[in-house]
């Protein structure tokens, strides 16, 4: 059972990235998946969540209208697009289940 993320990458501002979180061992279509980031010496901070029937929530007022989280049950993939970013969203993404969380992946904006 592992959560597996990648897309990360450096990107200039106003740039975009798609983030994948390729899940194993279960499927996703029976849970809420949530991205999560974590910058340097702040703590880890809740992004979006997508629930089982699909529903998107976007937690934090600073990406809403930007990022948009999707599902692909298929491929058993959670995905975060990340369009028009800034240098504020430079962290390390985190892909979450529940208890259960990836390795992370490192996204930086930079000029």
């Known amino acids: 059972v592992q959560l597996v993320e990648s897309g990360g990458g450096l990107v200039q501002p106003g740039g975009s990235l798609r983030l994948s979180c390729a899940a194993s061992g279960f499927a996703i279509s029976r849970y809420s998946m949530r991205w999560y980031r974590q910058a340097p010496g702040n703590e880890r901070e809740l992004v979006a969540t997508?629930?089982?029937?699909?529903?998107?929530?976007y937690a934090a007022d600073a990406v809403r209208g930007r990022f948009t989280i999707s599902r692909d049950n298929a491929k058993n993939t959670v995905y975060l697009q990340m369009n028009n970013l800034k240098p504020e969203d430079t962290a390390i993404y985190y892909c979450n289940k529940e208890f259960l969380w990836g390795q992370g992946t490192q996204v930086t904006v930079s000029s």
């Open positions: 997508i629930t089982s029937v699909g529903f998107s929530i």
